[in-house]
């Protein structure tokens, strides 16, 4: 009988795609939840949070959602944003319709695709900006956090240049080396600037929400 070999990420850790991962998921009360409500995943649940305790939303409002694929936080906006909002969700992966979303397919670092964001605004300012954004994991923790941190700098660069004032971001994080500066970065063109763990977030996961709220236009452009 040959031996079964387990499968390892190239820093030689045992993928976690495995038995004890599978099992914890499907037992997770935010997956079951997400399940019975019809969400997409169960990171639903960290918006909606994020949304009552900091009131994010309010209807007819424009958003962009980053890194939106499944779609879960999509699915919260549609809900929540009423006919008349606009939802524009971006990623590089593919993302099965939602109606009343425009989607838009591509690197947020690429030229095509701010241009593809920028028509389905159809000329709309932006209200709010979610980033859950997030680097695919190596395994090598110290480049893992600074991919996590470019891709926080990126959403608030994107952020910047399309918010109106008073606007509102919500952009994931790492804990780790470079927080610090990502969260001074916020502080300096927003009114006010939080760090929240949601629920809905795993008890082990070092992802923490960086919400800025009160964009100040004058600063846009400056470093």
């Known amino acids: ?122 000329g709309r300012t932006v209200d709010l900006v979610l980033s859950d954004m997030a680097p695919n994991i190596s395994g090598i923790e110290s480049a893992d956090q600074a991919r996590s941190v470019l891709l926080g700098e990126l959403a608030l660069e994107f952020a910047a240049g399309v918010l109106q004032p008073g606007g509102n971001l919500v952009v994931k994080a790492f804990q780790g080396e470079g927080l610090s500066g990502l969260q001074r970065a916020l502080q300096a063109q927003f009114d006010k600037a939080y760090a929240r763990k949601p629920k809905a977030s795993r008890d082990r996961s070092r992802e923490v929400y960086l919400v800025g709220k009160g964009f100040h236009p004058m600063l846009r452009g400056l470093d």
């Not at 990420?9 to 795609?17: D, L």
């Not at 999509?74 to 929540?80: E, G, K």
């Not at 838009?104 to 241009?115: I, K, P, S, Y």
């Open 1 to 122: 009988m040959r031996a079964r070999t387990k499968t390892l990420n190239p820093a030689g850790k045992k993928h976690k795609f495995g038995k004890a991962w599978m099992h914890e998921h499907v037992s997770d009360h935010w997956v079951q939840e997400a399940q019975r409500q019809g969400y997409r995943s169960r990171s639903a649940f960290k918006l909606i949070e994020l949304a009552a305790r900091d009131r994010l939303f309010r209807p007819g409002m424009t958003v962009v959602d980053l890194g939106a694929a499944p779609g879960s936080w999509c699915q919260v906006l549609r809900q929540s944003l009423g006919p008349g909002g606009r939802i524009v969700a971006v990623d590089l992966l593919r993302m099965d319709p939602i109606v009343g979303v425009n989607l838009v397919r591509g690197d947020m670092r690429d030229e095509a695709t701010l241009q593809g964001v920028g028509a389905a605004l159809a």
